[in-house]
């Protein structure tokens, strides 16, 4: 049986400071990266069958600092569209 690995991007400054981004591509904060940079070990024990990201750069950074550098962007993982709440 093959594992799931499920990562969500680090933090942002409208998630710290509880602001829904939704698909407004917003930057992770130096913390953000921290955490995603921390996670490298993890998948690097295994050897990923695929790897897919939400095509923003908040989720492809995470992904490239957690050492999923093969992540491809996948527009139906899109987060929700929150149109005129937006942030």
């Given at each position: 049986?093959?594992?799931?690995?499920?990562?969500?991007?680090?933090?942002?400054?409208?998630?710290?400071?509880?602001?829904?981004?939704?698909?407004?591509?917003?930057?992770?904060?130096?913390?953000?990266?921290?955490?995603a940079?921390?996670?490298?070990p993890?998948?690097?024990?295994?050897?990923?069958?695929?790897?897919?990201?939400?095509?923003?750069?908040?989720?492809?950074?995470?992904?490239?600092?957690?050492?999923?550098?093969?992540?491809?962007?996948?527009?139906?993982?899109?987060?929700?569209?929150?149109?005129?709440?937006?942030?």
């Open positions: 049986m093959g594992e799931l690995m499920v990562i969500r991007h680090g933090h942002t400054e409208w998630s710290l400071s509880g602001r829904h981004a939704g698909r407004t591509d917003v930057a992770l904060t130096e913390a953000g990266e921290a955490a940079s921390a996670l490298a993890r998948p690097a024990h295994r050897r990923p069958v695929a790897e897919f990201s939400r095509p923003l750069g908040r989720a492809m950074r995470t992904a490239e600092l957690a050492g999923l550098t093969g992540a491809e962007p996948d527009p139906d993982l899109l987060e929700w569209d929150y149109g005129g709440y937006e942030g």
